[in-house]
């Protein structure tokens, strides 16, 4: 029996890589095909008419997004990234305004907000969801406050009940961050559209893609007017009689050509399917790795359903006698694919430590007093930064095609190295 760490020198309990999860096929073949053959790549125009909203396969797209969603608004843009920065803009975000956001995230997300001169302060996150703390949120509100900008962390919806009533109690916008959580509900709705403006990425890493793209969602006639306008150089369309229409509308081209939004539909018509099956690892992995002694499953709060872009998993490195990065170096060498150890503290970047985003004199935070700027150093976000360091991997489950016998393998594996903690301490 197979018995010696491989980390040791055993061999290991997976032999065969994982095959990598690979989503495009046939349909989204015949799809772009079809919109090459049409010679028509992108049909936007930049000047008024009903060109300046996309053509065919943009439009249809937006149409089936905001049915699935169930929105009123689908605005389709080219990335996600893009997205966040509309969504800012369209939310009238001022120079010097503070946007409270989460450290656990994608860089874009604090970065969507300083592109319009606006501070990002960080709200420390919940250790058993690692997304956004509302308490933590209510904490850091300043009458500069302007908008929250939530996260929906590896699959799961923030707590947008909480978030909600802090936003209307002091009069702030709510953005939501749910790249990673495109399906995900909260009761009967989908994450991101509970917010006043949501939305998806459609990079290739995510549950669904078109290679690149993202899709905003909103109920808001004026958010959504907003947003078609800032994708599509607003300053060069909207007539100057009307200047407060102006505000936020400064040069950008987020449009999303005919190809993706083709390849897009399709890809969306399978996230259904694609989610359940991600559950169902979910789920299996759940059965293989109850009961390993110090280690802590997925939390799911109430009322949430998980899409699983990322299985987190927290030890205690106190009860395992073993710390964190040993235990997944030996996890890796076991075979156990797709592991991230520690996820992100995007307060600590250098961008913001050292504030340097507009030139190099500290524009933009030189808007506000002194005294009266977060300070990004560590111990700013305990929760967040104790998990980063000690006690949180991940395991990245969008990445592989895994079967039964897969999950299986992946449990014997921790079973093994569990087996034989007492050679890892
Ligand atoms: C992927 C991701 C983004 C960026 O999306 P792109 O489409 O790659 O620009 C933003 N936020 C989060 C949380 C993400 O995971």
Sequence with gaps: MNSKLAILGGSPEIQQPLAEFKSVGSDEIEAAT?????????????APGEGFMGGPEVRNFEKQAAEYFGVKHAIVVNS???????????????????????????????????????????????????????????????????????????????????????????????ISDTAQAPGAKTGDQFAGTLADIGGYS????????SGEGGILVTNSDKYARKLQL?????????KSSDPAELVNMIGFNFRMGEIEAAIASVQLSKLEERIRS?????????????????????????????????????ISPEKLGVDRDT?????????????????????????FREKIAFGSKGFPWTLVPEGE????????????????????????????EFDESDVKKVGAAFRKVWANLSELS
């Design 80 to 174: 996600w990234t893009s997205g966040l920065i509309a969504a800012v803009g369209a939310m009238g975000i001022e120079p010097g305004d503070e946007v409270i956001t989460t450290p656990w995230t994608m860089s874009a997300t604090a970065m969507a907000v300083l592109h319009y001169n606006a501070l990002p302060v960080f709200a420390d996150i919940d250790r058993d969801t690692f997304n956004i703390d509302p308490e933590a949120v209510r904490k850091l509100i300043t009458p500069r406050t302007r908008a929250i900008m939530s996260v929906d962390i590896f699959g799961q919806s923030a707590d947008m009940q909480e978030l909600r009533k802090i936003c209307d109690e002091y009069g702030l916008g709510l």
């Design 34 to 46: 079809r919109v090459i053959k049409s010679g028509n790549l992108s049909a936007y125009i930049g």
């Design 230 to 238: 800032i994708r599509n150089h607003a300053e060069s369309v909207i």
């Design 202 to 209: 459609l990079n290739y890493h995510k549950h669904i893609h």
């Design 278 to 314: 991600r559950m169902e690892v979910a789920s299996q992995l759940r059965g293989e790795l109850a009961g390993l002694d110090g280690l802590e499953l997925p939390q799911i709060q109430a009322g949430n359903t998980h899409v699983y872009y990322v299985f987190g998993i927290k």
């Design 327 to 351: 235990l997944v170096s030996a996890l890796k060498a076991e075979g156990v694919p797709g592991i991230m150890s520690g996820y992100q503290n995007i307060h600590l970047l250098p961008a």
């Design 373 to 400: 700027v977060q300070d990004y150093k560590e111990g700013l976000c305990p929760v967040a930064e104790t998990l980063h360091a000690n006690e949180f991997f991940g395991i990245n489950v969008c990445m592989y």
